[in-house]
C-alpha cells in the first residue's frame, strides 16, 4: 500500500486581492490521487488548465490526477479578487491512503476576505464641545501587508461661545512624551441581566473584548473606578471584572484596550507609534476693541481666550507690574471682553495682544507602522486629554 505522507498549503485568511497560493503533497513512489478545489455555496470548480474558478464541473480540468514518482508535487491555485470560502479535498485513489491514518481524504478550508480592512486613526476626548471636529489619518491594507506614514493633525478649539476659551498644555513634558500608553481601541458591549455589587457581568457579545480591557464609561447609572476585565467566559459571555459595581439591565459598557499590545490582542492590528509625536501649539493673538477701561478690555472676538487666571498677557502699553492674568471672559466671536487681574490704561484700539499659556490651535505631528493589518474595519483613538486642558470662562 502506497502512503500520502503530507498535503501542504497555507490556510491563513487571504487578502481580499487576487492570490496566489503554493501546494505541495509528499508521498511514496507510485503512491495516486485526485486533487479539486471548489468554492464553498456555489457551483465553482477550480480548472486547472484555465487557472480560474469557474461554474460547472468536468473530470478532465477539474480534477488533478498525480502519480507521484520519486519527487512531491508542487503546484499553485489562484484565487480571484472577493471574499468567500474555498476547499481543497485530495482523495487517495485504489492502491493508496493516507499515512498513519488509514484515511482516503484530506481537507483543507481558506477563507479569503471580500475587502482589506481600513484602519482610522484619530484624536479622542470627554469634552467634545471645546473642540472642532477632529482629523483623521486611514491607511488600508491586506492582513499581511503594512504600512508606515506620517501624520499631521491640527487639534482646534471650537467657536462656540459654550467651549471656546482655549486649549491649554498643563504639563509641557506630557505633552512632548505621547506615549504608546496614550492610545487605545475602544468597544461596547450591553448588559444582559442586572448586576448589584457583583463582579461578574454578562453581556450581549464579547467581540472585540478582551482580558486586560478596562471599563471606563457607562450610559446611564455610575461606574466605579475603570475597573479591568480579569477573565472572559465566551460560551456565557461572562466578564469578571476587578471591582464590585452595579449595573442596571441593558445599559451599555464602554471598554479600552490601552496600548498597542492590548490592541493586537482585542483587534489583531500589528502597530508601533514611532518615538514622540510633536506637539506645537500656534501662539494666540487678540486685537483690543474700543471702549476698554480698568480692568475690562474689550476684544475684537474672544475665542481661544480662557479665564480661571491661568494666562498672562502681553502686549503694547499693557501694564504689567503687578499680577496680570486673564479672569474671567465675556464670549464672543467678534466682539467680547475679558477681565484681567489689573487695571490697564491708554490701551489703543487695535492693538495686538498675545496670550501665551492658551491656544486656540495645537499641531501634532508622528509617525505611524503598521506590520500587520486586522480583517475587519476598527478605529483606533489618541487620548488628548493626557495632555490638553480646554479653558474656562471663570474660576
Known amino acids: ?6 498535503f501542504n498549503i497555507d490556510t491563513s485568511e487571504m487578502p481580499a486581492a487576487v ?3 503554493n501546494f505541495s503533497v509528499h508521498g511514496d513512489d507510485g503512491a495516486e490521487f485526485i486533487l479539486y478545489a471548489l468554492e464553498n455555496d456555489t457551483l465553482k470548480y477550480y480548472d486547472f488548465n484555465s487557472r480560474e474558478f469557474a461554474l460547472g464541473h468536468n473530470s478532465k480540468n477539474n480534477y488533478l490526477k498525480i502519480k507521484l514518482s520519486n519527487i512531491p508535487h508542487n503546484d499553485t491555485i489562484v484565487f480571484p479578487s ?21 484515511q482516503k481524504v484530506i481537507s483543507k478550508s481558506i477563507e479569503k476576505l471580500s475587502s482589506n480592512a481600513t484602519v482610522t486613526f484619530k484624536a479622542a476626548t ?11 489619518s486611514t491607511s488600508t491594507g491586506a492582513p499581511n501587508s503594512s504600512s ?6 491640527d487639534i482646534v478649539n471650537a467657536s462656540t461661545d459654550a467651549g471656546g476659551f482655549g486649549l491649554r498644555i498643563p504639563n509641557v513634558s506630557t505633552a512632548n512624551q505621547i506615549s504608546d500608553s496614550f492610545w487605545y481601541f475602544s468597544a461596547r458591549s450591553a448588559v444582559d441581566g442586572a448586576v448589584s455589587s457583583g463582579t461578574e457581568v454578562v453581556v450581549d457579545d464579547t467581540t472585540d473584548i478582551i482580558v486586560g480591557m478596562v471599563i471606563t464609561e457607562v450610559s446611564g447609572g455610575s461606574l466605579s473606578g475603570e475597573p479591568s476585565i480579569m477573565a472572559i467566559n465566551t460560551s456565557t459571555k461572562t466578564l ?11 445599559i451599555t459598557l464602554t471598554f479600552k484596550a490601552i496600548g498597542s499590545a492590548k490592541i493586537k490582542k482585542a483587534t489583531g492590528l500589528t502597530v508601533k507609534f514611532i518615538e514622540y509625536p510633536t506637539v506645537t501649539p500656534e501662539t494666540l493673538k487678540k486685537t483690543v476693541r474700543a471702549g476698554s477701561s480698568g480692568t475690562t478690555i474689550n476684544l475684537n472676538g474672544t475665542y481661544g481666550v480662557t479665564g ?14 503687578s499680577d496680570n492674568k486673564v479672569i474671567s471672559v465675556s464670549a464672543s466671536s467678534t466682539a467680547g471682553s475679558i477681565v484681567v487681574g489689573a487695571s490697564q490704561f491708554d490701551l489703543a484700539t487695535n492693538i ?24 475587519a474595519n476598527i478605529t483606533i483613538y489618541l487620548d488628548i486629554d493626557k495632555f490638553i486642558t480646554p479653558g474656562v470662562a471663570s474660576p
Do not use: C
Not at 495686538?352 to 506590520?371: E, H, R
Open 1 to 6: 500500500m502506497a502512503n500520502i505522507h503530507s
Open 19 to 21: 492570490t496566489t497560493r
Open 82 to 102: 472577493g471574499g468567500g470560502t474555498y476547499t481543497i479535498n485530495l482523495e487517495t485513489t485504489e492502491g493508496t491512503e493516507v499515512l498513519k491514518s488509514n
Open 126 to 136: 470627554a469634552n467634545t464641545s471645546n473642540y472642532a471636529t477632529f482629523p483623521t
Open 148 to 153: 508606515k506614514f506620517d501624520f499631521d493633525w
Open 240 to 250: 469578571t471584572i476587578s471591582a464590585a459595581q452595579t449595573f442596571a439591565d441593558g
Open 308 to 321: 480661571g487666571s491661568y494666562t498672562s498677557i502681553s502686549g503694547f502699553n499693557i501694564d504689567n507690574s
Open 352 to 375: 495686538g495682544l498675545t496670550f501665551p499659556d492658551v491656544y486656540q490651535t495645537i499641531n501634532i505631528v508622528g509617525t505611524i507602522d503598521i506590520t500587520r493589518f486586522p480583517t
